[in-house]
């Protein structure tokens, strides 16, 4: 069946640091992947997506490109903030799975000043 | 902008309680979804409705129910809260597959820390 994996967090950043956070997949079909994001005490808001290989989601200067040679979609960020710190989802979604997210465990971020 | 909003944000109850969370979405989406999400495990899927009156278990079902009898309001059920049930629980909409937003971005609330003593 599909599934996502994500990097083991937690990761801990200095700010202005690079950010690479891996996601991979495992998916019939050609899915649509996404990033989430949940800020602490807060639910999960939509960080970034693609809908078809080779596309790259961008958003708060966040980036993923869809790679389907290698089925990844691992999260970039340049230059971390503090106000980074958060947890990440990879996700993914199928036509033939009616709607539902395969979501990954998440990966803990926390940047240091 | 979507809106979908959880009755609590916090709740305690005892085990043996029946338990009701109660999310509302307001931008007329087709689907809704229950996840749990606990450390180390991510989240996952309860229960989900692709209409009123609709619905079909996800990966965790046992020892919830759910109830759609109105389009934007989708409630979980703890019908006699134990507690391994105690968590973060996180409602979901979204428009319906193939639509106009057919990548099935979903839509969350803020989600209710529920603790079963």
């Known amino acids: 069946g599909n599934s996502v994996t994500q990097m083991e967090g937690p990761v801990t950043l200095s700010e202005e640091a690079f950010l690479t956070i891996n996601c991979t997949y495992t998916?019939?079909?050609?899915?649509?992947l996404f990033w989430y994001v949940q800020y602490p005490g807060e639910g999960l808001q939509l960080l970034l997506k693609a809908t078809k290989a080779d596309d790259k989601g961008s958003n708060k200067g966040f980036e993923a490109t869809y790679r389907k040679e290698t089925t990844s979609f691992h999260l970039e960020k340049g230059s971390v903030q503090v106000s980074d710190s958060a947890v990440y989802f990879c996700a993914l979604s199928s036509r033939n799975q009616g709607g539902k997210l395969i979501f990954g465990q998440g990966t803990e971020l926390s940047v240091k000043p | 902008d979507v809106k979908v909003t959880q009755s609590s944000r916090y709740l305690v109850k005892r085990t043996g309680e029946k338990v009701f969370l109660e999310c509302v979405q307001d931008?007329?989406?087709?689907?809704m979804f229950w996840y749990r999400q606990d450390p180390g495990l991510g989240l996952r899927l309860i229960y989900f409705s692709y209409d009123v009156k609709m619905k079909e278990k996800g990966d965790i079902p046992e020892g919830y129910s759910v109830s759609r009898e109105k389009k934007e309001r989708f409630s979980l059920i703890l019908e006699s809260a134990s507690t391994n049930q105690t968590s973060m629980y996180l409602c979901?909409?979204?428009?319906?597959?193939?639509?106009?937003?057919?990548?099935?971005?979903?839509?969350f609330g803020p989600g209710t820390r529920l603790t079963v003593l």
């Open positions: 998916a019939t079909g050609y899915p649509s």
């Open positions: 979901a909409s979204s428009p319906i597959s193939g639509g106009p937003l057919s990548y099935n971005e979903q839509f």
């Open positions: 931008m007329d989406h087709e689907n």
